[in-house]
């Protein structure tokens, strides 16, 4: 799609007449006079173009650019009996100090690690199956992408019950009729973040899927033709010529991955009671909300939320700077 | 050019009606004396098929029957009334009602954030006639330095509440529940042992629940989680090591508490009314949300005094809410709200006290609660005597919490913060068999202590 070009002229202001130091007007800038007409002109040609950008932009402003910089604002401020006041660094120093904050930055980072263990690499696997089916893609493809319709809290609500700690939950009634030992899940220390992986992963790979299918369904049939001509076997000719094909789609999904699986949330609320056991569930977000909403500390929420927005800012930008290669292709 | 011309008086028009619109709908009461105020958190929709809200309804237009020119419009907010982050949410966002609910401890979050109206000016027995009846430890949740930003309405006493049916299997008698926490131990126990499947006593450990009975078996000890004048975190002492000591017991030793922890109260009181919990601690209240929101059955519920450390507890954590008044409203709307509160919330026979109205929907009359009127006012006796003449339970079921009551101790200042924090050990000790209680109490000391000083 074509990017309607929001400004075409130099941009460059007027010159001041009194600049010129003798009080005379000078002559107009022939080019300069060109370069205005033209941009008036491409102003009013593209007019319906920028009326349907205003809201796109407005929502824009007021809802990501303006509680971003209102969210740093926020994190060097204090509100007390109504009276807001600067404190420097201190909700910095605050949430740095806070028992939970190096638990919550280790239960995020270890859950991202899993996640993309699981939750990148999963669907890829299940898209190249799919994509080598050739009866009920279709059905298999429902299937797949179902988990994604439900509701989040609704499915994870599932998850709850399957993972009650004794005979009543699914999960252990199926280990321990298996001769296995049974799991406290959420409310052991030491399975919790995989647990809420597996939630995780079982909710939202769905989408995952269809980009990827999507993706590997753009791959010319031709190398594919040829790969076997060669005598390639399927992982050779998935080793060779998908991976190859969709290094890009890899790349960026990897990204978006690691950007929303940052974000952990909903999966520790319901789960594991927010914070699990000894902060086992807690990530940043929740503690981000903790303080925002359980004790009244807004400002050390918006230091805490500065802080991972700079860390994200890092994928982002990676994201950012790999998007016009994909259009390239 | 008449186009142009044509625009322009459309547009004025346009922007001229809109701000006659927007000054219309912002002012809300005019010369002519008529007056409007938004109220919150009247009954949902879904409880008790629809016929509480019907009731607060008819209240509503009886009371503008009766005060000709003030307009009441409710709003409802869901269940989010009882969702301490949602409420915080419409604080910030300066959305919340006219006259807003809030609980006994949430003060200190609404004037940080400027949400609420000094009307101490209008705080009388003009607008509020009972007023002098009512309990210093119902008002003063509401007031700081003497200057009043709300009106409680509703407060109740922690006792323990008991499943006769389950006591009944368990060769105990119902008539004799336990009074201190090694009986109660032992009962459980003896629940847990007789019928599979049921925890002899259920706790909470998530949402902030947790350390709300943390401190609330703090309290019945002769504890608490913070020093007397408010200044110091308290939880090294021997009465917080007994807390947990008791719950770790009662989960690995006895197994009498169930596997299933990190509980939040609808969690622990679905399993109540599902015949899965032998006791808990609660207010009267809780087993009406037994009934009406998790279909349990009053018949098989009972309430207790609450439990003391080899003797009578020496203090039950009280607590309750009111309504506040949104910053920025006139003279007239806090009057009409003080009136309407008192019309609602603070007459006998009317409102939340009409048990004629309450008995003929199905609600339960007869609990020990709330308890808002000083003993002996005359409030106090009307009340009795309405709530004798209405009561469709069996009284004989709340008689040993109301014959025995046990000092009520405010919640903490900053009280959401704290409980927070207590979530942790709470949440330890009734999952890990290997929980040091020593370190987790240091850890929520070092935690309340930095809560208390930041609050400075």
Known sequence: ?????????????????????????????????????????????????????????????????????????????????????????????????????????????????????????????????????????????????????????????????????????????????????????????????????????????GSAVLVYLAALQNIPGELYESAEIEGAGLLRRVWHVTIPQTRLVLSLMFLIQVVATMQLFIEPLILAGGNGVQDSATSLVYLMYQHAFLLNDLGGAAALGVMLMLVLLVFSGLYVWLTPKQEEL | ???????????????????????????????SGKVTITVDCPPLKTYNDGKTLEQWNKDVADFEAANPGVTIKSISVGTQCNNP????????????????????????????????????????????????????????????????????????????????????????????????????????????????????????????????????????????????????????????????????????????????QLQTWPDLLTAAAAGKVGMYLGAPDSITAIVNNFKGSYADWAIAPMPGDNGPAKGALGGGNGYFFKKGLTPEQIKAGLKWIAYEELTPGKGQFDYASQKAIGLPVGLPQPLIWKPGSAQQKADDELKKANSNLNLDDYALYTGNPVPPVAEPANAQAIYAILDGPMGAVLTDPNADIDALLADAQAKIQKVLDDAK
């Open chain 1, 1 to 205: 799609m074509a990017v309607l070009p929001l400004s075409t002229g130099t941009g460059a202001p007027p010159r001041n007449p009194a600049a010129s130091g003798d009080g005379r007007t000078p002559p107009p800038d022939r080019s300069t006079v060109r370069k205005g007409r033209r941009w008036r002109r491409r102003l009013r040609e593209n007019l319906i173009g920028h009326a349907f950008l205003v809201g796109a932009v407005a929502c824009f402003v007021f809802f990501a650019w303006f509680p971003m910089v209102r969210e740093i604002v926020m994190s060097f401020q204090r509100t007390r009996r109504g009276v807001t006041r600067w404190v420097g660094w201190e909700n910095y120093q605050r949430i740095w100090d806070d028992p939970a904050f190096g638990a919550a930055w280790r239960n995020t980072l270890l859950f991202t690690l899993l996640a993309l263990v699981f939750g990148f690499a999963l669907p890829y696997l299940i898209a190249i199956v799919l994509n080598e089916l050739r009866h009920a893609q279709g059905f298999l493809r429902v299937v797949v992408y179902l988990p994604v319709i439900l509701p989040p809290a609704a499915g994870l609500m599932l998850f709850k019950y399957l993972y009650l700690p004794d005979d009543s939950g699914i999960l252990n009634y199926v280990l321990t009729h298996l001769g296995l030992p049974s799991s406290q899940f959420t409310q052991d220390p030491t399975t919790t973040v995989p647990a809420l992986v597996v939630a995780s992963t079982w909710l939202n790979m």
């Open chain 2, 85 to 260: 982050p949602d409420f915080t949410a419409r604080l910030q966002a300066g959305t919340q009602a006219d006259i807003f609910y809030g609980y006994m401890t949430d003060l200190n979050q609404v004037l940080d954030a400027d949400g609420a109206e000094d009307i101490t000016d209008y705080v009388n027995t003009d607008t509020i006639p009972n007023w002098n009846d009512i309990l210093d430890s119902v008002k003063n949740p509401f007031i700081e330095n003497g200057r009043i930003y709300g009106i409680g309405y509703s407060a109740y006493t922690m006792g323990l509440v008991y499943n006769k049916k389950l006591f009944t299997q368990a060769g105990l008698d119902p008539s004799k529940p336990p009074a201190t926490w090694q009986e109660v131990a032992a009962a459980a126990k003896k629940i847990a042992d007789a019928v599979p499947g049921v925890a002899g006593y259920s706790e909470y450990s998530a949402g902030n629940t947790g350390g709300w009975h943390f401190t609330a078996s703090l309290y019945s000890r002769g504890s608490s989680p913070v020093s007397a004048d408010g200044t110091k975190a308290n939880v090294l002492t021997p009465e917080a090591k007994a807390v947990l000591q008791n719950l770790k017991t009662m989960r690995f030793t006895d197994n009498s508490v169930g596997t299933t």
């Open chain 2, 1 to 31: 050019m008449l186009l142009r011309r044509f625009r322009l008086a459309t547009g004025i028009a346009l922007v001229a009606s809109l701000g006659i619109s927007l000054a219309a709908c912002s002012k809300s009461s005019d010369e």
